[in-house]
T-cell receptor, first 113, second 115 residues
Framework: KAGVTQTPRYLIKTRGQQVTLSCSPI?????VSWYQQTPGQGLQFLFE???????NKGNFPGRFSGRQFSNSRSEMNVSTLELGDSALYLC????????????FGPGTRLTVL | GDSVTQMEGPVTLSEEAFLTINCTYT??????LFWYVQYPGEGLQLLLK?????DKGSNKGFEATYRKETTSFHLEKGSVQVSDSAVYFC??????????????FGSGTQLTVLP
């Protein structure tokens, strides 16, 4: 069974631009969570989607948004990019919302210049 | 709120040495606890987990015991290998209605094993 896939793996943008990252969960998984990983702040929860609905949101500004499609694939969008948004963005999937075991993708490395 | 405090790194050991990485969590209820490992350039892999007090999670020679009395979940391995070099994260799942679906991570511990 294929694991969690994330595209693109690497991305370079400039300040003020917007970016969309994609995540395909493990087949059959319906919950997708997003995390931001930076050297300074570590791993921080962004949001979780289940059945196309956002179920939980971390403490990030409104520039960070996401959505989930009927096939459980998810996208996250960051608008008006700032230098501090440079990070590894990790997606994780699980069978259901609230399920304890999450499976992570390889991440998308975003660099904002 | 929910938090996890993890032993500061980096940790450098010789091959076959004993490993302990300390982890403590805030004692709000009885959260499920996890250790994840991140190899260079990769995402996180679940290493082991424990869902209730006194549970022992184990995998690939690594062990951790859920200690309610000390709110700890220390990671141990009796004999490390060079291939164990990675960053290790302790994590808990939230319990409140607003955080039940998110993992809260420790700061990570970089382990380097020398041959």
């Amino acid at each position: 069974k294929a694991g969690v896939t994330q595209t693109p793996r690497y991305l370079i943008k400039t300040r003020g631009q917007q970016v969309t990252l994609s995540c395909s969960p493990i087949s059959g998984h319906r919950s997708v969570s997003w995390y931001q990983q930076t050297p300074g702040q570590g791993l921080q929860f962004l949001f979780e989607y289940f059945s196309e609905t956002q179920r939980n949101k971390g403490n990030f500004p409104g520039r960070f948004s996401g959505r989930q499609f009927s096939n459980s694939r998810s996208e996250m969008n960051v608008s008006t990019l700032e230098l501090g948004d440079s990070a590894l963005y990790l997606c994780a999937s699980s069978w259901t919302s609230g399920n304890n075991e999450q499976f992570f993708g390889p991440g998308t490395r975003l660099t904002v210049l | 709120g929910d938090s996890v405090t993890q032993m500061e790194g980096p940790v450098t050991l010789s091959e076959e040495a004993f490993l302990t990485i300390n982890c403590t969590y805030t004692a709000t209820g009885y959260p499920s606890l996890f250790w994840y490992v991140q190899y260079p350039g990769e995402g996180l892999q679940l290493l082991l987990k424990a869902t209730k007090a006194d549970d022992k999670g184990s995998n690939k020679g690594f062990e951790a015991t859920y200690r309610k009395e000390t709110t700890s979940f220390h990671l141990e391995k009796g004999s490390v290998q060079v291939s164990d070099s990675a960053v290790y994260f302790c994590a808990r799942v939230g319990l409140s209605s607003g955080s039940a679906r998110q993992l809260t991570f420790g700061s990570g511990t970089q382990l380097t094993v020398l041959p």
